[in-house]
């Protein structure tokens, strides 16, 4: 078996949601019963994919048959949920952060099957940052949305950053460098309180054709993944040609999620070890 770590940054905000919600938001993104961190259903990073092949023979070699056909067969490819990595998060320095945690560093090793870095530990009122970092405000505070922390320069952030933006961008990408202007990590515990106050909450109409108001209930709310979001999915594949092929699926931009029509879910996907 061949496993790969297929990484998701979103290009606009990322609506892959779980139908009617029960709270103040009526259609809310999917979470993880048991931690309440936010994820892209497996089902639907194979879909995006399977969509954007479109030679039959390789569709129904790495993606199994289509339901309606007389003779069903298994795809030669298999796809975990894309769990969150990097939450974007408003900086009051900096613009805005890419936040990460131990738990969800700790993840990503696992997944990776491989030491990637040692993961720090963080003090609840701490923030860790890279030696480049542009977050800190010259009493060396970071203000994350509501958190007021403590700027702390830590060697591990800046591996992670270099290691993190060669998967994602390569040496020559104009982006690589902003990784370890942005990237910090803070506990778990405050990302928690980030995860249920920093994500994108919409408010959508609908509205009468001659007279221009809102329809009779018509009016709701939609929660979704804000830009420069970054997720990580597993692929796992008996043959090394079918993740040569998943790759050349990734060079273009893919769309995940719903709202497509009104430029939701548009995504750069890369295949590590495969470009």
Known sequence: MNTKLLFIQALSPIHAGTGQGVGVIDNPIAREK????????????KGVLRD???DENDRKNIFGSA???IELSMGAATFTDARLLLLP???????FAWVT???LLKRLIRDAGEKIGDVPSVGADDCLVSSASELKLDNNKVVLEDLDLNGAPNADVDKWADWLADSLYGKESVWHDEMKKHLCIISDDNLA???????EITTRIALEKDTKTVKDGALWYEEALPV?????SMVIAKKENVLTKLTELTKNTLQFGGNATVGRGLCQATLLGGK
Not at 89 to 95: I, Q, T
Not at 228 to 232: I, R
């Open 34 to 45: 048991s931690t309440n961190i936010p994820f892209i259903p497996a089902t639907t990073v």
């Open 52 to 54: 954007a092949c479109d």
């Open 67 to 69: 339901r309606d056909a």
């Open 89 to 95: 998060v408003r900086s009051l320095k900096g613009v």
């Open 101 to 103: 945690s131990p738990l």
């Open 193 to 199: 309180f980030l995860l249920e106050t920093a994500t």
């Open 228 to 232: 420069e979001t970054v997720l990580v």
